[in-house]
């Protein structure tokens, strides 16, 4: 009778209704699809981030869209906050229950349900990760190109907006979901573009699809996604260059980008980065600041590409590139640039690490760059930089003890200094991780209080009760 138990210190339930609402839960989705352990509510009370561990008191695991809607009418009948679940692969404490209630875990509706070829798109369930969508895409000659490293739900990458080492070419979730089916707080079913629609454009009334895209589970629970997709390119070839300041790295992306050049991934990882991905993945990068490039395209269009790549890397003092062609040695190279996170870790084992996420306005990168780099050596800060410098997004992942509180608050001081440089250059706080629980004073520096009162109007009406995730984003 633990279970539930003050939730939202709204009203105290006696262990009659306790029971009731647990088999009312496993009237639906069956004794197997409910959970109290301890174990499971803890899996289910965390992410990747450095923020602590809030367990949900049940879990439920629905099977379908059906499901999902009668469980959150009881919910919503009992005032019983819902945390949607996908993979817990996300970076600002979005899935912890900090106000208790019902974790949502989606990873049983993992079907991809209509796949059209020949209108490049596909609709998916909440459960179906992005390498179990390419797994599935294989022999089509088609592809999703958006890439946060972690093999996360797509589902899940809609509600925080992720993106990734492609977004420069390809967009981010918001540029990429044509449709979403949301179930609301009192169980309603939405479909944010109309029900089966999946046209490549639209005009036709207020863009509700992108309101929940980047919502974190606050105004919903995201049942299925249609999603773009792309054809698999004629040729892909990797690159790494190493430059002589993070400056001149810096500038060399400004200035590709700038020539035009339809570069798919370009990658900065600073000197103490790359030591510890070639320490973590057993490389021999020079240790310099370093571009990871990657170029799409016919091989005739791939000539062009690189040769004003290389010119440009040359005019900044780039080393020559080294190449990567084939698929194997390139999923080498992208895999010690997604091994990042953990790269970073085993710098100090036992530490916890936070990944920063600004995003500026990419004729401000250089400077916000060198001046946190200057930043982080000042304060004896360890805080490797990776980013995908091509859209302006860098990140700092701040390896800390979380125990020692002199340096929890320095690293507070770092970040925070960080996200106002970033703002005071018409930049953002979150590029791609979302706001979750630590961003969100700075949510209402980023938009000021007029626009937070609008979504705070939206999330009202949505959800009135404030069940959905409360706590996140306002």
Known sequence: TRLLTGLLGLQVYSSGILERVVAAFQSISGDAGVSLGDTVREQHGRDESVHRCHPPDVVVFPRSVE????????CHHHRLPIIPFGTGTGLEGGVGAVRGGVCFSMRKMDQVLD?????????VEPGVTRKALNSYLRDTGLWFPVDPGADASLCGMAATSASGTNAV????????????????????VLHTAGRGRRSRKTSAGYNLTNLFVGSEGTLGVLTKATLRLYGIPETMVSAVCSFPSVQAAVDSTVQVLQAGVPIARIE???????????????????????????????????????????????????SDFSWAQDEESRGRLWKARHDAWYAALALRPGCKAYATDVCVPLSCLPEVVVATKKDLIRNGLTGPIAGHVGDGNFHCIMVLDPNDQEEVGQVHQFTERLARRALAMD?????????????????????????????????????????MNPGKVL
């Open 169 to 188: 070419r390809y967009g981010t979730m918001r540029e990429n979901v044509l449709n979403l089916e949301v179930v609301l707080a009192d169980g309603t």
């Open 115 to 123: 796949l059209h070829q020949e209108d490049f798109d596909v609709t």
């Open 67 to 74: 499901e999902v809607s009668a469980l959150a009418k009881i």
């Open 268 to 318: 900065f990882l600073d000197d103490v980065m790359i030591d510890a991905c070639n320490r973590f993945n057993s490389l021999s990068y020079p240790v310099a600041p370093t571009l990871f490039l990657e170029f799409h395209g016919s091989t005739r269009s791939l000539e062009e590409q690189v040769a004003i790549t290389e010119e440009i890397a040359k005019d900044n003092g780039g």
């Open 427 to 467: 930049g953002t706080c979150t590029g791609e991780h979302g706001v979750g629980l630590g961003k969100r004073v700075l949510l209402r520096e980023e938009v000021g209080p007029l626009a937070i009162e609008v979504m705070q109007g939206l999330k009202a009406t949505l959800d009135p009760k404030n069940l």
